[in-house]
C-alpha cells in the first residue's frame, strides 16, 4: 500500500471500528448478565434493537447529500466509540438498550459507507484481496483488545466500565488521527443520490438477505451458548474471540486471493457446505471443547462470504454503487432485527432447534450460490448485460 493512500484510510478505518466493536462484542453477553440480570429474552431483544440501525442503512444515501463519504465514515466511527466508551456507566436494561443504539448507529452506519468506499476505490480484479487485508485489519484490532480484556480482567482486576470506556476513547482517538492525517479522496465516478433497485441485482440482494440471517445464528446464539450452557467467563469468550482472530489475521488475505483465483460461486458453495455441518453440530455438541473448535471453524468460514462483495463489484454499474450499499445493508438487516428476539423465545424452549433452523437457511443460501455464473467470462458477460 503507498503511503496515505485510499486502501491504506480503508485499512486504518476498519482497524479503528473494530477496536471500538470488539470491547462491546466480547463482553456484552457476561455484562448483560452478570450486571443487568439479562436472560435469552433480554438478550434477543437488545440483539435485535442492535440490528435497526442497520436496517435503516438505506437512509446513508440521503445523508450523502449532506456528507462527503469519507467525511461520513469517519463520523460514523467516531459515533461508535462513544457508545462503546457509554456502555459500562449503564448496567440497566434501559442504559444497555440506549448505549446499543448509539454504539449501532455508528457501527452500521461506517461499514455502510466503508463498503461503497471499498467498491469505488479499489478495482475489480482487486476487490476480494483488499477486501480480505480488511479483514485482517479487523482482526489484528480485535487481537489487541481481547488481550487487553484478558488482562484486564485477570491480571489487574479492572471493572468492565474502565474497559468500554478505555475502547471506545481509543477507536476516537484513532479517528482524528486518520482526520488529521488523510488527504481527501475524490471518486472517479459520480454516485447516485436516490434509492436505487434493479432486478439484475435481484441475486445480490437474496445472497445479502440470507447472510444477514446467517450472521445472526453466529453472533447471537452461537455466543450465547458459550456462556448459557458452558459456563464461558468473559476472559474464557475473549481468548476464544484471540485465537479466531490470530487466525483470521492470516488466513483472510490469503482467502482473498483464493476467491479472486476460485471465483464466487465455488467459495460461497464451500461456505454454504461448511455452515450446513456447523449448525448441525452446534445442535448436538455436549462438549465444550467441541463447542469452542466449531466456533472457530464458524469464525473463518466468514471470510468466504466477502465473496458476495466481489460478485457485486462484477456485475454493478459504478454509479450505483454507494446507493446500493445502503440498499443491501438493510436487506441484510431485515431478517437481523427479527431473528434475535424471535429466535430467544424459541431458544428458552430448544436451543438446538434455533440451529437447525440455521442449518436450513446455509442450505437456501447454498441454493442460491449455485445461480452465480461459474467464470469471470461470465460474469463479465453478465455485466454488459
Same mark, same amino acid.
Given at each position: 500500500?503507498?503511503?496515505?493512500?485510499?486502501?491504506?484510510?480503508?485499512?486504518l478505518?476498519?482497524?479503528?471500528? @473494530?477496536?471500538?466493536?470488539?470491547?462491546?462484542?466480547?463482553?456484552?453477553?457476561?455484562?448483560?448478565? $452478570?450486571?443487568? +440480570?439479562?436472560?435469552?429474552?433480554?438478550?434477543?431483544?437488545?440483539?435485535?434493537?442492535?440490528?435497526?440501525?442497520?436496517?435503516?442503512?438505506?437512509?446513508?444515501?440521503?445523508l450523502?447529500?449532506?456528507?462527503?463519504?469519507?467525511?461520513?465514515?469517519?463520523?460514523?466511527?467516531?459515533?461508535?466509540?462513544?457508545?462503546?466508551?457509554?456502555?459500562?456507566?449503564?448496567?440497566s436494561?434501559?442504559?444497555?438498550?440506549?448505549?446499543?443504539?448509539?454504539?449501532?448507529?455508528?457501527?452500521? !452506519?461506517? !461499514?455502510?459507507?466503508?463498503?461503497?468506499?471499498?467498491?469505488?476505490?479499489? =478495482?475489480? $480484479?482487486?476487490?476480494?484481496?483488499?477486501?480480505g487485508h480488511?479483514?485482517?485489519?479487523?482482526?489484528?484490532a480485535?487481537? @489487541?483488545?481481547?488481550?487487553?480484556?484478558?488482562?484486564?480482567?485477570?491480571?489487574?482486576?479492572?471493572? !468492565?466500565?474502565?474497559?468500554?470506556?478505555?475502547? +471506545?476513547?481509543? %477507536?476516537?482517538v484513532?479517528?482524528?488521527?486518520?482526520?488529521?492525517?488523510f488527504?481527501?479522496f475524490?471518486?472517479?465516478?459520480?454516485?447516485?443520490?436516490?434509492?436505487?433497485?434493479?432486478?439484475?441485482?435481484?441475486l445480490? !440482494?437474496?445472497?445479502?438477505?440470507?447472510?444477514?440471517?446467517?450472521?445472526?445464528?453466529?453472533?447471537?446464539?452461537?455466543?450465547?451458548?458459550?456462556?448459557?450452557?458452558?459456563?464461558?467467563?468473559?476472559?474464557?469468550?475473549a481468548?476464544?474471540?484471540?485465537?479466531?482472530?490470530i487466525?483470521?489475521?492470516?488466513?483472510?488475505?490469503?482467502?482473498?486471493?483464493?476467491?479472486?483465483?476460485?471465483?464466487?460461486?465455488?467459495?460461497?458453495?464451500?461456505?454454504?457446505?461448511?455452515?450446513?455441518?456447523?449448525?448441525?453440530?452446534?445442535?448436538?455438541?455436549?462438549?465444550?471443547?467441541?463447542?469452542?473448535?466449531?466456533?472457530?471453524?464458524?469464525?473463518?468460514?466468514?471470510?468466504?462470504?466477502?465473496?458476495?462483495?466481489?460478485?457485486?463489484?462484477?456485475?454493478? =454499474?459504478?454509479? =450505483?454503487?454507494?446507493?446500493?450499499?445502503?440498499?443491501?445493508f438493510?436487506?441484510?438487516?431485515?431478517? @437481523?432485527?427479527?431473528?434475535?428476539?424471535?429466535?430467544?423465545?424459541?431458544?428458552?424452549?430448544?436451543?438446538?432447534?434455533?440451529?437447525?433452523?440455521? %442449518?436450513?437457511?446455509?442450505?437456501?443460501?447454498?441454493?442460491?450460490?449455485?445461480?452465480?455464473?461459474?467464470?469471470?467470462?461470465?460474469?463479465?458477460?453478465?455485466?454488459?448485460?
Amino acid at each position: 500500500m503507498k503511503s496515505n493512500s485510499p486502501e491504506q484510510l480503508l485499512w486504518l478505518m476498519s482497524f479503528a471500528a @473494530a477496536f471500538g466493536f470488539a470491547c462491546w462484542h466480547t463482553l456484552i453477553n457476561n455484562f448483560a448478565v $452478570e450486571q443487568a +440480570g439479562f436472560s435469552g429474552i433480554e438478550m434477543g431483544f437488545l440483539q435485535s434493537l442492535r440490528e435497526v440501525p442497520g436496517f435503516l442503512a438505506f437512509t446513508t444515501v440521503f445523508l450523502l447529500l449532506i456528507f462527503r463519504e469519507q467525511t461520513f465514515a469517519l463520523l460514523s466511527i467516531a459515533i461508535l466509540g462513544i457508545g462503546v466508551a457509554l456502555t459500562g456507566f449503564f448496567p440497566s436494561n434501559l442504559g444497555l438498550y440506549v448505549t446499543t443504539v448509539i454504539m449501532s448507529v455508528g457501527f452500521h !452506519y461506517y !461499514y455502510t459507507v466503508q463498503k461503497s468506499l471499498a467498491l469505488q476505490w479499489i =478495482d475489480k $480484479e482487486r476487490v476480494p484481496v483488499v477486501l480480505g487485508h480488511l479483514s485482517a485489519a479487523r482482526s489484528y484490532a480485535s487481537i @489487541a483488545v481481547f488481550l487487553g480484556i484478558w488482562l484486564s480482567i485477570e491480571w489487574l482486576a479492572i471493572d !468492565y466500565v474502565y474497559i468500554y470506556a478505555i475502547t +471506545g476513547i481509543g %477507536a476516537i482517538v484513532l479517528v482524528l488521527w486518520a482526520w488529521r492525517y488523510f488527504p481527501s479522496f475524490t471518486h472517479a465516478i459520480p454516485q447516485h443520490k436516490k434509492l436505487i433497485l434493479r432486478p439484475a441485482y435481484s441475486l445480490y !440482494y437474496a445472497l445479502v438477505f440470507m447472510s444477514g440471517a446467517r450472521r445472526q445464528i453466529f453472533i447471537v446464539f452461537a455466543s450465547f451458548l458459550m456462556v448459557e450452557k458452558f459456563g464461558f467467563s468473559a476472559s474464557d469468550i475473549a481468548l476464544l474471540f484471540l485465537v479466531n482472530h490470530i487466525i483470521n489475521s492470516w488466513a483472510a488475505p490469503r482467502i482473498g486471493k483464493l476467491i479472486a483465483k476460485w471465483g464466487e460461486h465455488k467459495a460461497l458453495t464451500l461456505e454454504y457446505l461448511g455452515l450446513i455441518v456447523i449448525f448441525i453440530s452446534y445442535a448436538l455438541v455436549d462438549n465444550a471443547a467441541m463447542a469452542a473448535a466449531l466456533f472457530i471453524i464458524d469464525h473463518i468460514l466468514f471470510s468466504l462470504a466477502i465473496s458476495i462483495e466481489s460478485y457485486f463489484k462484477r456485475i454493478a =454499474d459504478p454509479q =450505483d454503487i454507494a446507493s446500493t450499499a445502503g440498499v443491501s445493508f438493510t436487506i441484510n438487516h431485515i431478517a @437481523a432485527v427479527i431473528i434475535p428476539a424471535a429466535f430467544g423465545f424459541i431458544w428458552i424452549d430448544s436451543p438446538a432447534i434455533v440451529f437447525y433452523i440455521g %442449518a436450513g437457511m446455509a442450505f437456501i443460501s447454498l441454493l442460491l450460490a449455485q445461480r452465480i455464473p461459474g467464470s469471470l467470462n461470465q460474469l463479465e458477460a453478465l455485466s454488459r448485460g
